[in-house]
């Protein structure tokens, strides 16, 4: 099949490096997106994400003259669906005493329909969106049925799942394998031949509910893979072990590889996905469900390692696994943080994005808060962000300056290599929270500091130390 235009439906993390890698690659494409911002940027040359390289692409795509953008789809030969499916917020299932969060379908929903004015016999629709098994067959499909053309006879109608990793998007694009389902045969081959216009990856066709399944398996691994090196971190703390330290050497197994503890999972991607699993067969998915809990409550972890690190300087013994213990016994005082005065470092979910969406560094600094601890917040990648109930700093040094203690939240490389000396000679803090594992804990021992780690119990003075 051959493709003059495409319309692409829905210009965020996915859709518009797409939209613009098409474009640049020669084919017609229309963009659309309900954000009357998001497309004003665009019309005017601006990409409003941040993503290494796409600027670049945007810029030759318009200077082609390939890109247009609007709000509404066009008449094209081909559909792409690339829209958010957040889970809704104020909304639960239940099974078994088992409560799970509902996957929010109402972009696919509208996307789907918006289509409809404008879906034409011979046309290619494919759904990008991460979305519970069956959505493609049992939602998207009834919905372009109203065209009165038939998916699969009239129309070609696939899932694809994106399965880029946001920082690494143009490149992974290109490179990564490509997933494609159709409702028939037919449809999946017409899908190939679209991605096959840039893509090097190799191109797999198979039907369309295993492809969503396809793309739900890899996030759950990863999300169950994480909350296993969440537990290992707590356990650590319990038997005064260094988890970094512990993973590196279980590392050198053949078969391992234990991922990275962290303050939390977040994204829109890995802290969602697995729900959909869980809401679509709770029965079947205890696993993945005990670690979405375990994942979610790895901001609590981070708060009982900043009253460990404060509860030090008062010289009670910390382990944090100790103090959840007697913290469940009531004798560490609820308010060991009141009017602490904390910088925390990065908001984004994960290192070298400006992508707030369900951070759990978001969700440490609520907590912190709610223990009477008074909060700067600084996010490099997005310093003029709003969030509400958060203190952010209007830059680095007055969000270090006045402050008792320094917690690193997300490992951005500028914050990896921060100079603990500099930082020392900027801030009257003198105790610094890693929990990514970013810090040598030498140079910050040298210059002043007392470094205390996430998943790490020994004393930050402790001759013990491997490094
Ligand atoms: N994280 C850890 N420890 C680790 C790795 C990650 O705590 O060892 C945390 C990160 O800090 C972050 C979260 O997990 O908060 C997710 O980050 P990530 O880099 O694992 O993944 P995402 O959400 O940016 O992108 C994922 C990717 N999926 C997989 O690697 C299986 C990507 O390929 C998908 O395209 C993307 O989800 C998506 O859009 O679904």
Known sequence: ?????????????????????????????????????????????????????????????????????????VEADAFIISVPT????????????????????????????????????????????????RTTVELVAPILARSNLQAGADFHLCYSPERVLPGNILHELVYNARI??????????????????????????????????VKIMENTTRDVNIAIANEF??????????????????????????LNPGPGVGGHCISVDPWFLVEAA???????YQARK????????????????FSALSGADGRVAKHIETERSRSVPASLLKNKKIAALGLAYKPDVNDLRESPAVEVIHLLQK???????????????????????SD?????????????????????TLNPTSVASKTKARIAIDTVNAWNRKDWQSAGFSLYRLGDSKSPTSSLYSE
């Open 282 to 288: 709770p029965e079947f998915s205890s696993l993945i």
């Open 294 to 309: 375990v994942n979610d409550e790895q901001p609590h972890f981070v708060v009982e390692k900043v009253k460990q690190a």
């Open 371 to 393: 223990e009477g601890a008074i909060v700067h917040a600084w996010e490099p990648f997005a310093p003029n962000a709003k969030l509400e109930g958060i203190n952010m700093a």
């Open 180 to 213: 494609v389902g159709g409702i028939t045969p037919e449809s999946a081959r017409a899908a190939r031949d679209l991605y096959a216009t840039f893509v090097k990856g190799e191109i797999h066709e198979t039907d369309a509910t295993t492809a969503e399944m």
């Open 233 to 258: 971190a707590r356990l650590a703390e319990k038997f005064g072990v260094d988890v970094w330290e512990a993973i590196r050497l279980a590392n050198l197994h053949p078969r391992i590889d234990i």
């Open 1 to 73: 099949m051959k493709f003059q235009k495409i319309c692409i439906i829905g210009l965020g993390y996915i859709g518009l490096p797409y939209a613009a890698t098409f474009a640049a690659r020669g084919v017609k494409v229309h963009g659309v997106d309900i954000s009357p911002r998001v497309v004003e940027s665009l019309q005017a040359g601006k990409i409003h994400i941040h993503e290494p390289g796409l600027q670049d692409v945007l810029d030759e795509a318009l200077r082609v003259g390939n890109l247009t953008v609007t709000s509404q789809p």
């Open 396 to 416: 680095f040094d007055s969000a270090i300056q006045d402050a008792d203690a320094i917690l690193l939240l997300v490992s951005h490389t500028q914050f990896r």
């Open 86 to 133: 957040p889970f809704q917020h104020d909304k639960f299932g239940e099974h078994n005493g088992i409560r799970f969060k509902l996957a929010d379908m109402r972009a696919v929903t509208s996307a789907t329909e918006a289509i409809l004015p404008v879906l034409r016999k011979g046309n290619l629709v494919i759904l990008e969106s991460t979305s519970p098994p």
